[in-house]
């Protein structure tokens, strides 16, 4: 059987259409106008103890849109950079630059000096909204960048009162004083918001296919691109996820009941899932720092939350305490799970904890970013990434681009109204993966089996997850190879049982002198925490080929091996 008669049986027998409707929308925070258009007093997001309702949330982001227009040089299409953790700021100024035709840049708040010069600089970011906490890390940057308008906002913006959960939050998140800060004509959000609160908003026209995001992703030269998702894209993923999540058995008309979201929404998975809530009316708990993990269970308890969005590692450290084992979970109808590989072990934990099974997805952030989903039932198979995507085609392919049929292992790639435009100014790159006819290939090596189930098998690339977060040999090696006493490195990922895997860097030494420590304590200054190297090892050469390109998978193969 063909691959795609394969997966639009499968669709069929789980009542899944196989296409989505036409898209209506022009842009992305139309979902939003719409939304607070008939449910306008629900509520839409809290964090740190504070909520809006969809009326409010849409009158800010009207406000946050005219300072833009009336009180800035920013015209359509310039891109604007957020760098904020789950705070309320987030959708208030991401909706807003929608409106105002920008183009948003999610940016890491924990990126180092390197990162962020090198996003702000390739995206072309004219604007920069960053929360107070993180500002000093800006600061520096600013002067090498071609940004002219940074906005700062301190975590109790939009807040009316300081409540204790905030101040028990701030003491955990910031661990202390905010830094001092110096950022030349640097304004206030809350001082914007007002201004563009007297002001009218003025229609940019915003097309469908313009662009709405640019998401980075890891480069294989060592520098991160970005990907170009336009409205269409993304307001495609919306749709597509409706149809997939309707198979879950979940209640369409569940208004106001709240989803937990406790991953960053500068990451595409919660970015997306954040787009879909607010177009379904959801009430979304945003979790601002999941790692305190005592805080985010007593943040859930006040909620009888229905839809909880999770990765494998925060599932395992959930299910291993007794407080969250204490939560009532007799509302929760859904868990949806992305960004990393979910293990058997963190799966039934999480059914003999919470009695609810674990919706595994599989995307990529340039596909905005959903392809398939385990939809429960006749939808779920062991091993495998579910149903693929409404108005999705997949195919395998083999070394010379010859399409594969169902049983066969080669490269999975992907066409569909949600994939990417390409890499931005990287045409080169973006020929590389993105053929003329819209197929995208995403690296990952698959077999789609007889009943249309796609599996993941391996991966091309050398690309490692770590606690959902990708990580790109190259660049760690650019930077690792930097230092005065590295001749040269190698770096690889290997398996972790709290973060699917984690990373470890070989290294030959040019100075004798040089130990581990140095190594870590370099990547700290260079690489955002989740990039840097776990282990060290020293080894006196690194396997290559005739040509020298360094073997990674001898190393991984070896480290396999050692371990076992």
Not at 95 to 106: D, E, P, R, S
Not at 248 to 263: C, H, I, Q, W, Y
Request: hydrophobic fraction near 40%; aromatic fraction near 6%.
């Amino acid at each position: 059987m063909q691959i795609n008669e394969a997966i639009t049986a499968l669709q069929q027998r789980v009542n899944i259409a196989s296409t989505i409707d036409e898209i209506t929308d022009s842009h992305l925070a139309q979902l939003l106008t719409t939304t607070a258009s008939k449910q306008p007093e629900n509520l839409a997001f809290t964090s740190l103890g504070h909520s809006i309702n969809f009326a409010q949330l849409n009158a800010l982001s009207d406000a946050f849109a005219i300072y833009i227009q009336q009180h800035t040089d920013l015209q359509k299409g310039d891109r604007l950079a957020i760098q904020l953790p789950n705070v309320i700021q987030y959708p208030v100024v991401f909706f807003g630059a929608i409106k105002a035709g920008l183009v948003v840049v999610n940016t890491n708040p924990l990126y180092t000096e390197r990162e962020l010069v090198h996003q702000f600089n390739d995206s072309g970011a004219k604007a920069l909204v960053v929360l107070a906490n993180v500002a000093h890390s800006v600061q520096d940057v600013i002067p090498k960048t071609g940004i002219r308008h940074v906005i700062v906002t301190e975590i109790a913006d939009l807040h009316g009162t300081l409540s204790r959960t905030l101040i028990n939050f701030a003491m955990r998140y910031i661990k202390r004083a905010v830094p001092a800060y110096s950022i030349p004509n640097a304004l206030t959000l809350r001082g914007c918001l007002k201004l563009g609160q007297k002001g009218e908003f003025q229609d940019p026209n915003i097309a469908v296919d313009d662009l709405a995001l640019l998401q980075y992703t890891g480069g294989t030269t060592g520098l991160s691109k970005g990907a170009m998702l336009s409205h269409r894209s993304l307001l495609s993923n919306v749709a597509q996820q409706k149809l997939l999540f309707k198979a879950f058995g979940a209640p369409e008309d569940e208004v106001n009941s709240t989803a937990v979201l406790p991953l960053p929404l500068y990451h595409i998975f919660a970015c997306s899932a954040c787009a879909f809530l607010v177009s379904q009316g959801r009430h979304c708990l945003l979790i601002a720092n999941p790692r305190d993990l005592p805080s985010m269970v007593k943040t859930m308890s006040a909620w009888p939350f229905s839809v909880f969005y999770g990765l494998n590692t925060l599932f395992v450290a959930l299910c291993a305490r007794d407080d969250f084992k204490a939560l009532d979970f007799s509302n929760l109808s859904m868990t949806v799970s992305g960004g990393m590989a979910l293990t058997s072990d963190a799966a039934q934990r999480w059914h003999d904890t919470t009695g609810v099974e674990i919706n595994e997805g599989y995307g990529l952030t340039e596909t905005s970013p959903v392809v398939s989903i385990n939809t429960g039932g006749a939808g779920r198979k062991l091993g495998s990434i579910g149903v693929t995507a409404p108005g999705t085609e997949l195919k395998v392919i083999d070394g010379e681009g010859n399409a594969l049929p169902c049983g066969e292992k080669g490269e999975l790639c992907v066409r569909g109204p949600q994939v990417m435009q390409g890499y931005w100014q990287q045409p080169e790159k973006s020929a590389e993966v993105l053929s003329a006819d819209g197929w995208f290939a995403t690296g990952d090596i698959a077999v789609i089996d007889e009943d249309g189930f796609p599996q993941l098998v391996d991966r091309k690339k050398d690309m490692i997850i770590v606690s959902g977060f990708n990580v790109y040999p190259n660049e760690l090696e650019n930077v690792i190879s930097s230092h005065d006493k590295v001749l040269e490195c190698a770096v690889i990922g290997v398996k972790d049982e709290r973060a699917g895997e984690k990373v470890k860097v070989y290294v030959v030494k040019s100075d004798s002198s040089l130990t581990s420590e140095e190594i870590i304590a370099y990547c700290r200054t260079q690489l955002t925490p989740y990039k840097v190297p776990s282990e060290v090892a020293f080894i006196d050469d690194l396997p290559k080929s005739n040509v020298g390109k360094i073997l990674r998978r001898e190393l991984r193969d070896a480290d396999a091996s050692n371990s076992a």
